[in-house]
């Protein structure tokens, strides 16, 4: 009698999954953005947050909590209802990287989080401001170690990609230079043209119309190959600085404990999304994913390791 009561009842659970399903989402949709309004994360999570409105029939509302290399919103979404109401931009910062370089975080990023979908990869460019007055990564690197003082390289925050592979760039090339957090790309670029900082690893697309317009100079990409949008650009292999073919991605998660019949629906939906003509060429240049749930999954696994790899051989440690 109690396996038939069992049974019966998870029946009954199943029904009561297919229907929030069937019917989600019947309100407000909420995209957490762990960065601040205008940067590269921002403009992926309206991107596809925009199509995702459209299918839906609700508003999807974009929330930027920046802070803390992106740990204040990924606490949110984390201590939030699971229920598919409040979903997370993730980053390798927050998904990657934050759980090693960080002694202590307000959540984990892999029991407190339901994977949902990969979105896009994307290298980043080497770019110095107008008053760096360098043309090469070779005259940045001999500059630098004329006078130890004279560079600043602002970031998206502590524990980002750009953040890593600036302290990556100081190991290898054996100088120095200080290390300016923001809360994001718009606003570290602001005092890249203003001369508050001189160089910044920052993201391809976000860049790029930065370099086109004059803004900034692009010295190396730090990807296997050139790109099409700036082919006079160097790789960062090219000019024999091994260990920088990688950047950021960009994916979206739910809180644990989600219901998989709601996940399945977010992965399936933004899948299609991802596919849209106006979409690709709104991303264009990055690398669009996609795929399944499982494949995100073991994606993250792959880059927690390597970005962990990076940060104890570099000795960074967060607090």
Known sequence: MFAAWRRSGLALAAV???????????????????????????????????????KWGQPVVIDNRPGAGGNIGAEVVARSAPDGYTLFLA???????????????PFDPVKDFEPVVLLVTTPNLLVVGPTA??????????????????FNYGSTGVGSSVHLQGEQFKSHAGIQMTHIPYKGSSQALTDLIGGSVQVMFDNLLFQIPQVKGGKVKALAI???????????????????????ETGPWFAIVAPAKTPAAIVAKINADVNEALKLPEVID????????????????????????KWGKLIRDLGLKAD
């Open 91 to 105: 980053t390798n910062t927050t998904h990657a990287i934050n759980g090693t370089l960080y002694r202590t975080l």
């Open 222 to 244: 730090t990807a296997r190959n050139r790109t099409a949008q700036l082919p006079d650009v160097p790789t960062m292999s090219e000019l024999g600085i091994p260990g920088f």
């Open 133 to 150: 007055n360098v043309n090469s990564v070779k005259e940045l690197i001999a500059a630098a170690k004329a006078d130890p003082k004279r």
């Open 16 to 54: 009561v999954a297919f229907n929030a399903a069937a019917q989600y989402p019947d309100k407000p949709v909420k995209i957490v953005v762990p960065f601040a309004a205008g940067g590269f994360t921002d403009s992926v999570a309206r991107i596809v947050g925009q199509e995702l409105q459209k």
């Open 282 to 305: 709104k991303l264009k240049g990055a690398e669009i994913i996609g795929g399944t749930q499982q494949e995100f999954a073991a994606f993250m696994a792959k880059e927690t390791a």
